[in-house]
């Protein structure tokens, strides 16, 4: 098994810049493709991002795109999530998810994190 655990989250203003990270322990963090999904009030499950295994790929939703950095560190088995320029729009609980191929459905994923409130207002 995998066990995802995700520190971080919080509040910031808009504009503003914040990172979010997702450590596995478990089996090897390096077999997994991992990504990131949101989910706000009221609104469905969102994916965000997801990452290679080796980290070469990567593919963004439309409503992240050039804000939102998603990058992983196998050697500490950490996935990270650089969002920038923070809109309230993207006010939302975060997940991270571990699979077995990189994909943007949440059901290809396996294992999830717990999820981290990130709150964007002034």
């Known amino acids: 098994q995998v066990q995802l655990v995700e520190p971080g989250g919080g509040l910031v203003q808009p504009g503003g810049f914040l990172e979010l990270s997702c450590s596995a322990s478990?089996?090897?963090?390096?077999?997994?493709?991992m990504g990131w999904f949101r989910h706000a009030p009221g609104k469905e499950r969102e994916f965000v991002v997801y990452?290679?295994?080796?980290?070469?790929?990567?593919s963004y939703a439309d409503s992240v795109k050039g804000r939102f950095t998603i990058s992983r560190d196998n050697a500490k088995n950490t996935v990270y999530l650089q969002m920038n320029s923070l809109k309230p729009e993207d006010t939302a609980v975060y997940f991270c998810?571990?699979?077995?191929?990189?994909?943007?459905?949440?059901?290809?994923?396996?294992?999830w994190g717990q999820g981290t409130q990130v709150t964007v207002s002034s």
């Open positions: 998810a571990a699979g077995g191929v990189i994909a943007t459905t949440a059901g290809a994923y396996v294992y």
């Open positions: 478990g089996r090897t963090f390096s077999s997994y493709a």
């Open positions: 990452i290679s295994r080796s980290g070469g790929t990567t």
